[in-house]
């Protein structure tokens, strides 16, 4: 799970520090989602029944999983975005930093949160 929220905290620093999400996160969202699509439906995290098959889940089913798949993702995202506001100086600080570089060291990055 701490893979999804990695890949989440991008979005929603973008959104913290821009008020928007850019298209650039949807490759992080679509691998969101295939983890918590794996951990819902094939691991039988979250009370659902563990279906290793997907193609044998009936559309009723599926539905079923998509939806618990959206509202993990959804309070995860949440979550995420709940943690990061606490740090939204910083972030803006560094994201400033960052795109005028093009890149940070750790150097670099620690004179930042220093």
């Known amino acids: 799970m701490d893979e999804v929220k990695v890949l989440l905290g991008g979005m929603a620093a973008e959104e913290i520090c821009n008020g928007y999400i850019s298209p650039g996160c949807g490759g992080d969202i679509n691998q969101a989602i295939s983890i918590l699509t794996t951990l819902v439906g094939r691991e039988g995290c979250y009370g659902l029944e ?7 889940r009936s559309g009723e089913q599926q539905a079923e999983y998509n939806r618990k798949v959206r509202e993990v993702l959804d309070q995860t995202y949440q979550e995420v975005k709940r943690v990061l506001g606490q740090y939204s100086g910083m972030i803006t600080v560094l994201s400033k930093d960052l795109s005028q570089r093009g890149y940070l060291t750790g150097i670099q990055f620690h004179e930042n949160i220093d």
């Open 50 to 56: 563990n279906i290793d098959n997907y193609n044998l």
